[in-house]
């Protein structure tokens, strides 16, 4: 038996905060690249709100996105950033790409007061560089565990100089600059690229590479909040059993409404192939010799308990025998 929410959605939600929210325009290299060859039904739901409208909205439009993708600061008022530092502090996931339409201090504050990332967009000299992962283990790297070299195909001729004591750099440029941060910021993940994803610092979005770093990334910053509406016995999430049923999730806050969720076993534990002839004899041959020792065990304790018996009956043969002899001097 396998339980479902009908009408429930897999697909995380993604949402772009642009200059103008116009997606299809100011987001176009990447939207594609995480959309293409996906069924509708599947894949991300991708939306855009502009910077003003994010401020005007605040943590309303927040709520139910998987992660969040900031490619310009525009519009993007005190409100708005306060807003995304608490979507993040709260385990949400941000990724920054400081272009041509990002303001290097407005951006420090999407991370929250106290977030040490620093960004200039002033005063690094233009030139081409190429981008060499610092962590080639790290989960945005994974697709190019076994080649990490084809990231170097890629040409940025404008960057932005960017930096925390609280960061890690996972990336660096050929000329030595943090080319890929992640900063700390509560329970969330933050990634902060140093270039755009839009074709106009970089040819990034022109290249194949561009296509799994992108799903890459979303994929790590997703993960920080869960949106599934079917889990595994051993992936539920706190506040549902862990047994297969359908469940009622509260909402991750006060404005979050409730949903249902699925809770199934999994069905790779009722795959026979998993398990070959060999190893089933192997197994079984463990468990039989297993069982040796707990019998023997039983067999020393009842020959234990009829050396006690023994001991007894001497005990009170002993004890008639003195009897006796107490009896025959008295007479």
Known sequence: VRYAVLGGTTRPALLFVTGGGELNREAFYLQHALTAGIPSDAGYRVTSVSGAQLSAAAGETLTSSAAVIVLSTR??????REALASYVRNGGGVLVAVGPDVDGDVVADVLGSGSTLRVATAGVRPGPRALAP????????????????VLGLVTFDTVARIGGSACQ?????????????????????????????GNRWNDFPLHATFVPFAHEVVRYLASARVHASEYLVADAPAGVPRRPGVFTLAGASQSAPARRVAVNVDPREADP??????????AVTRMKDAGLSPARVEARQQEDEQHLWLYLLAIMT???????????KTV
């Open 134 to 149: 610092a962590d080639v283990r790290h989960p945005i790297f994974q697709a190019f565990a076994a080649n990490p070299a």
């Open 273 to 282: 192939s998993r398990l070959s002839v060999d190893e089933f004899l192997s």
């Open 75 to 80: 519009g993007l008022e005190r409100r708005g």
């Open 318 to 328: 002993i004890a008639l025998a003195l009897e006796g002899v107490i009896a025959a």
């Open 169 to 197: 750099t996972l990336a660096r440029f050929t000329t030595g600059d943090a080319a890929v941060l992640e900063c700390p910021a509560g329970d969330g993940r933050a990634l902060v690229l140093a270039s755009d994803v």
